[in-house]
């Protein structure tokens, strides 16, 4: 079975531009959560979906990031436009529910470097 | 809200020997606490899990022990090998479902 996909793996851009990272949940998990991870720091909670539906985004700077999760499958987190502090490991996790003990799976992340 | 603290930051063993690594959560209606390995470039992947109604589980050389009335949880690695070398994240699940992860124990075993 395959795992949860992230892509791209890597990016670099210049401050002040757009970028968007994609993930593909494990399929049949209808919980999806979108992770930043700073050097040396545990992950942190940006946003949480059930289905399509955003649940818990009580943490994402609304101001110059935004998400989707179109028919409660993929996901594009979106960030317009990049600061210089916005460099970080993007993580992408699923679950099939967040209820309860039910095991999160995490993507490989995407490591973003604003320039 | 939450708040998860784990400790130490960094850890070397030798090869052989056992590692332990100690986190404290504060938010007693945290029910859930899994422990996740995290390679260089890969994403954090869990190795162990406890909820709160058990005190102890083991899976083979990995068991985690929860002490819910001190609110601390501890990860115990026997027999360590040095493809145990990584960074380990402790993590809460709150009320509201969300995960709270300590700052990571980057763990070295020495051959």
């Known amino acids: 079975e395959a795992g949860v996909v992230q892509s791209p793996r890597y990016k670099i851009i210049e401050k002040k531009q757009p970028v968007a990272f994609w993930c593909n949940p494990i399929?049949?998990?209808?919980?999806l959560y979108w992770y930043r991870q700073n050097l040396g720091q545990g992950p942190e909670l940006l946003i949480r979906y059930e289905n399509e539906e955003a649940v818990d985004d009580s943490q994402l700077p609304k101001d110059r990031f935004s998400a989707e999760r179109l028919k409660g499958v993929d996901s594009t987190l979106k960030i317009q436009p990049a600061e210089l502090g916005d460099s970080a490991v993007y993580l992408c996790?699923?679950?099939?529910?967040?209820?309860?003990?039910?095991?999160?799976?995490f993507g490989p992340g995407t490591r973003l470097t604003v320039l | 809200g939450e708040n998860v603290e784990q400790h130490p930051s960094t850890l070397s063993v030798q090869e052989g020997d056992s590692a332990v690594i100690k986190c404290t959560y504060s938010?007693?209606?945290?029910?859930?606490f899994p422990w996740y390995k995290q390679e260089l470039g890969k994403g954090p992947q869990l190795i162990i899990d406890?909820?709160?109604?058990?005190g102890e589980k083991k899976d083979q050389r990995i068991a985690v022990t929860l002490n819910k009335t001190a609110k601390h949880f501890s990860l115990h690695i026997t027999e360590t090998q040095p493809e145990d070398s990584a960074v380990y994240f402790c993590a809460a699940k709150d009320e509201t479902y969300k995960y709270i992860f300590g700052t990571g124990t980057r763990l070295k075993v020495l051959a």
């Open positions: 399929s049949g998990h209808n919980t």
């Open positions: 996790a699923s679950s099939f529910s967040s209820q309860g003990g039910d095991t999160q799976y």
């Open positions: 406890i909820r709160s109604n058990v």
């Open positions: 938010d007693s209606a945290s029910n859930y």
